[in-house]
């Protein structure tokens, strides 16, 4: 007879992107079998977890300001609390983030997650003293469970980390440490047990997921996805110009399961900018790729990421990010302030752009962006997309699903539709939804 481990409480907050979210997942996974379920509160968490990011001054900031709040918590449960930072935050600065928030008792950094089961041991038999926890790297994905725990009918999926493209604004390199790919069959094998647990569709994720250098490559991958019964979507994100090759050009015109919206960040459209921050392509080279890819899947979708008031960047710079959002004609775009990241050669570069400049830029761009999505949502009307349904919507009777172009689709539709890709007619727009109406009565 064993004793049952009493419940413990896990509490982890997310932050930065869609890498961290599965890793979060994953983390959860790992500390299922130590008797740890999550919460949806920090209080009375038995370990809180914050999964951080490091990519812009403002996302590092909140982390030191949520370490606060939690720490308050900490004291009114007398201590019995765990509190562990992973994450890009852990990795970049880990050393400070335990100066600066005694209450921390481990940081762990996005390589080395695997190992929170024994670094919270470890933290428990020595109250007091603090563990930290650098790049273990490859062992990561070996030492986790295959078996997932998905929420829903899609789920993520990491197949690629790291970055080497050094862009010189971007911390991402040196909290990810190298490029590096998952074996196509450790893939497979996760991917076949998600679609056993009923996803429908996965996004399969990297910081340069196009880079993705297992046997034959990101293409031939999502061929092999492609043929996993029940598996019926495919996603990924995010790919690099750069590495947009041939034959993931070709999958997009000849794999159904490939969804037709390509993440395709291009950051500005001045050559002068793109080569300071290091891309290693034009605006005309990307005009180009564009039109390619076009060229296989008519219609595509794109959205991109965009960085307004780089160093150097002067108005006639910002006018070609401008020109080169036109020409291209986005569905959807995240666009950002330059954020001086410490450590990064673009921080000491000469040029640094004033904040009402950023401002104003952010703001003629966000324009334009928002125009360009309200009309490819408003296009869609009157037409009828396939809609994979995921919940129930906000009103009584209606579902939540989303079209192959990611616009989330409201409908309204009985619940045991929901992981079914149904035909639904559109029929308004907004700029953030579609809502619609069933085609015909599914069986
Ligand atoms: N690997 C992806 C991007 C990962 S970071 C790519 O190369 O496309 C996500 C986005 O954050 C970037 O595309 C960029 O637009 C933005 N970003 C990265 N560093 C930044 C910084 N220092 N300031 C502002 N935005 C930044
Ligand atoms: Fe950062 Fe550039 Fe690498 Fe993207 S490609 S993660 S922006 S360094
Ligand atoms: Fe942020 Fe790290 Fe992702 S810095 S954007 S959480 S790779």
């Given at each position: 007879m064993t004793a049952q481990a009493p419940a413990k409480r896990l509490y982890i907050k997310t932050y930065g992107c869609q890498m961290n979210v599965y890793d979060s997942e994953r983390m959860a996974d790992v500390l299922a079998p130590l008797g740890y379920g999550l919460t949806d509160?920090?209080?009375?968490?038995d370990l809180v977890v914050l999964n951080t990011c490091h990519i812009r001054e403002k996302a590092t900031e909140k982390v030191y300001s949520e370490l606060g709040q939690i720490k308050r918590l900490k004291d009114k449960a007398d201590g019995a609390m765990t509190i562990a930072v992973a994450g890009c935050v852990a990795q970049a600065e880990g050393e400070e983030i335990l100066r600066r928030q005694p209450a921390v008792d481990l940081v762990v950094g996005p390589q080395a997650y695997h190992q929170l089961p024994e670094l919270i041991a470890r933290a428990h038999r020595a109250r007091g003293e603090r563990l930290a926890a650098e790049f273990a790297a490859d062992e990561k994905f070996d030492a986790l469970p295959i078996a997932r725990n998905p929420s829903g009918v899609t789920a993520f999926l990491t197949v690629q980390e790291g970055c080497d493209k050094f862009c010189t604004f971007c911390v991402v390199p040196y909290t990810r440490g190298a490029e590096w790919s998952r074996p196509v069959e450790a893939i497979l094998a996760e991917a076949r047990d998600l679609a056993a647990k009923g996803v429908r569709e996965v996004t399969l994720l990297g910081q340069n997921v196009n880079a993705y250098a297992g046997e034959g490559g990101l293409a031939g991958l999502v061929r092999r996805l492609a043929q996993i019964e029940g598996l019926d979507r495919i996603r990924y994100t995010t790919s690099h110009p750069r590495d947009m090759d041939e034959a993931l050009i070709a999958a997009h015109g000849e794999v159904e399961a490939l969804m037709p919206y390509l993440h395709l960040p291009v950051q500005a459209g001045s050559d002068k900018i793109l080569k300071a921050m290091n891309r290693g392509h034009t605006a005309e080279g990307y005009l180009r790729l564009v039109e390619k890819i076009r060229a296989a899947r008519p219609d595509i979708a794109l959205s991109g990421d965009f960085i307004v008031g780089f160093p150097g960047e002067r108005d006639a710079d910002f006018e070609a990010t401008l020109q080169l959002v036109r020409e291209v004609g986005y569905g959807s775009a995240f666009t950002f302030k330059y954020s001086r990241r410490p450590g990064t050669p673009a921080a000491a570069l000469?040029?640094?752009?004033a904040e009402e400049v950023k401002e104003e830029r952010l703001a003629r761009l966000n324009a334009l962006i928002e125009a360009q999505q309200r009309a490819f949502n408003a296009a869609q009307a009157g037409r009828v997309l396939p809609v994979l349904f995921e919940k129930p919507g906000r009103h009584p009777g209606q579902l939540v699903g989303r079209s192959p172009y990611l616009q989330a689709v409201h409908a309204d539709a009985p619940d045991r539709l929901i992981g079914r890709i149904v035909p639904v007619r559109i029929e308004s727009a907004s700029r953030m939804s579609l809502a619609g109406a069933l085609e015909l009565e599914p069986a």
């Open positions: 509160t920090p209080e009375g968490a000469p040029g640094q752009v």
